[in-house]
């Protein structure tokens, strides 16, 4: 975070500032890890950090989407299979007798 951050550029500057009290020779961090460098190596873990966040949240809109999408599907799945349970008999009966017209619209108003 960016207390962490600060807190190695004190360090550094306080490390320069007894070396120079103590006329002894400056110290200069490689170039990997100068105070510039390690700048723009905070800027670009921020903004990896802000991707990741970002398409975490995606991630989880879409599975909260699915997630009820699938409970829709459920109740539906659970309706139809009642309509099928309850309407399963009366075709099955109709499937083994022979019948008018008139007395298949009499069973079918009767089951509705």
Do not use: C
């Not at 007894?18 to 110290?27: E, G, T, V």
């Not at 990997?32 to 800027?43: G, R, Y």
């Not at 398409?55 to 809109?61: D, E, F, G, I």
């Not at 699938?70 to 109740?75: E, I, Y």
């Amino acid at each position: 975070n960016g207390s962490d951050k600060l807190f190695i550029e004190a360090l550094l500057s306080s490390i320069l500032m007894k070396l120079r009290a103590d006329n002894r020779p400056s110290y200069s961090p490689p170039q990997d890890l100068s105070p510039a460098a390690l700048t723009h190596l905070w800027i670009e873990l921020d903004a990896a950090e802000q991707d990741y966040e970002t398409k975490l949240r995606s991630a989880l809109a879409r599975g909260k989407k699915i997630d009820l999408l699938l409970r829709f599907f459920d109740v539906k799945l659970k309706k139809l299979s009642a309509f099928i349970a309850d309407k399963l008999p009366f075709l099955e009966n109709l499937q083994t007798t022979t019948a008018s017209l008139e007395q298949v619209h009499a069973k079918i108003y009767m089951h509705e």
